[in-house]
């Protein structure tokens, strides 16, 4: 049988995981109990079981990435700082090419908290 075609993304195909009636697409990371279940994604540290579904004001998108609380606070405060400095940053312009520098460094910064997040889970994720 065919994986079944992922519709938060459009793009990838929804497959079982190894987990307990779970299926994860394999482009954009949404997982779901089944076909017609809510979506859920799961913590992007490596083997960290955890999962969030959508939440009021920051529902699921494809491509979201999403680290657990648990594993947050092992981020340190200084990359959380940066973060929300950015966003602030991007709140007060409209310029489309600082946006888009803003964007990109906020890529930068999240890719160093799941680096920190990581590093720190190691052995107890
Ligand atoms: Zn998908
Ligand atoms: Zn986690």
Known sequence: MKAPLCHWCGNGRLRP??????LSCDVCRVGSADLNGPAFIGCCIPFCRASRGDRK??????????ICSRHWRAV???????????????ARTSDAA???RI????????SACK???????????
Not at 57 to 66: F, I, Q, S
């Open 76 to 90: 340190p405060r200084r990359l959380k700082q940066r973060r929300a400095s950015l966003r602030r940053m991007e």
């Open 57 to 66: 004001g920051d529902p699921l998108t494809a491509h979201m990435e999403w």
């Open 17 to 22: 995981t190894p987990w307990f009636r779970t």
């Open 98 to 100: 600082r946006l888009q």
């Open 115 to 125: 680096r920190a997040a990581t590093e720190a889970a190691g052995g107890i994720a």
């Open 103 to 110: 964007h990109a460094a906020d890529a930068r910064a999240w």
